[in-house]
């Protein structure tokens, strides 16, 4: 069974920095797409970032410049470095991986929260 577990979230003051971590159980990041994504309550689930199967990153608009995507093969953990955070990048992020057969696997996420 492919586990997904998110760390990192919390409190940070407007300006400030936190990095996420993602460490995933059964299912390789390096084998597959895999990314973040931020969701807040009566919003849409919107993308934060990407790492594709292929090498490649996509960061969602208002995040580029300021959030990187990153992953370490020997961990097998994806992380997420947010610099210049605001308060409306207040959230619950979680990871997903897209495996096989276009099945997704989400966690269950990490809360951030942005104070101004």
């Known amino acids: 069974q492919v586990q997904l577990v998110e760390s990192g979230g919390g409190l940070v003051q407007a300006g400030g920095s936190l990095r996420l971590s993602c460490t995933a159980s059964?299912?390789?990041?390096?084998?597959?797409?895999a990314g973040w994504y931020r969701q807040t309550p009566g919003k849409q689930r919107e993308l934060v970032a990407i790492?594709?199967?292929?090498?490649?990153?996509n960061y969602g608009d208002s995040m580029k410049g300021r959030f990187t995507i990153s992953r370490d093969n020997a961990k097998n953990t994806m992380y997420l470095q947010m610099n210049s955070l605001k308060p409306e990048d207040t959230a619950v992020y979680c990871c997903?991986?897209?495996?096989?057969?276009?099945?997704?696997?989400w966690g269950q996420g990490t809360e951030v929260t942005v104070s101004s």
């Open positions: 997903a991986v897209f495996g096989t057969y276009d099945v997704v696997y």
């Open positions: 790492f594709r199967k292929n090498g490649l990153t």
């Open positions: 059964t299912i390789v990041f390096s084998s597959n797409t």
